[in-house]
C-alpha cells in the first residue's frame, strides 16, 4: 500500500520561506508525477476549492500555479523517495492545508500559516 507522510509546514512570517517534504512508501517512487495541492483555511468541506499548487514529473519536468511562480520550488530525490517544496517569499494568500499526491494517493495533509 502506498503511504504519503508531510512535514515541514507551520507559522511564517510574510517574506518567510519554508521547506516541506514528502515521502513516499510503498512504491516505486521514481516512475511517477507528484503533486503538491493546497486548500485554504476554512474550505476543508469543499474540496473543489483544492488548487494545484506544482508538480514535478519522473523526467523533472515542473509545473506552477500562477500564484506561487517565481517563488515556490518543486523538487524530488529519487533515492530517498522524496518531494519538496520549497516556498520562498510568502503571502498570507498561501496558507492553508498543504497536501502531497502520488499515484492517486494523497497524504494527511500540513498546515502552513503566514501571518505576522
Known amino acids: 500500500q502506498v503511504q504519503l507522510r508531510e512535514s515541514g509546514g507551520g507559522l511564517v512570517q510574510p517574506g518567510g520561506s519554508l521547506r516541506l517534504s514528502c515521502v513516499v512508501a510503498g512504491s516505486v517512487f521514481r516512475i511517477n508525477t507528484v503533486r503538491w495541492y493546497r486548500q485554504p483555511p476554512g474550505t476543508e468541506r469543499y474540496l473543489e476549492q483544492r488548487e494545484l499548487v506544482a508538480q514535478i514529473t519522473r523526467d523533472g519536468s515542473t509545473n506552477y500555479a500562477d500564484s506561487v511562480k517565481g517563488r515556490f520550488t518543486i523538487s524530488r530525490d529519487n533515492a530517498k523517495n522524496t518531494a519538496y517544496l520549497y516556498m520562498d517569499n510568502m503571502k498570507p494568500e498561501d496558507s492553508g492545508t498543504y497536501s502531497c499526491?502520488?499515484?492517486?494517493?494523497w497524504g494527511q495533509g500540513i498546515q502552513v500559516t503566514v501571518s505576522s
Open positions: 499526491w502520488y499515484q492517486a494517493y
